[in-house]
């Protein structure tokens, strides 16, 4: 899944959105106002850019606590996924998901 752009997107809206505060006349609200937008900025640009990913190369099977990581559903990365009852399956010849789909019908 590629949410880069989303995530990005959603966090400069909500700095925009929370840069309405550094306008106020309270001290208070102008402050609290910073400390949103520069949280949230860090929060989009820094940690799950950078720290998230990194984190879970050093956590590795850790990442999947308590359990361990389920099987992989396809035999492709990207491309066109077909869904029927529930089940989504790739778009090859034949799969296991093929079967269990043929056989249900």
Do not use: Y
């Not at 992989?72 to 491309?79: A, M, Q, R, W, Y």
């Amino acid at each position: 899944l590629k949410t880069g752009d989303v995530i990005s997107g959603a966090g400069l809206i909500m700095s925009l959105a929370f840069s309405g505060l550094i306008f106020s006349d309270k001290i208070f609200f102008q402050q609290f106002g910073v400390l949103i937008i520069t949280s949230v900025l860090l929060d989009t640009f820094v940690v799950r850019t950078v720290l998230v990913p990194a984190l879970m190369l050093i956590a590795q099977h850790w990442n999947w606590w308590p359990r361990s990581m389920p099987p992989p559903i396809h035999d492709v990365l990207e491309g066109e996924v077909e869904s029927c009852g529930g089940l989504s399956r790739p778009i090859l010849a034949q799969t296991s998901l093929d079967r269990m789909w043929q056989g249900a019908h």
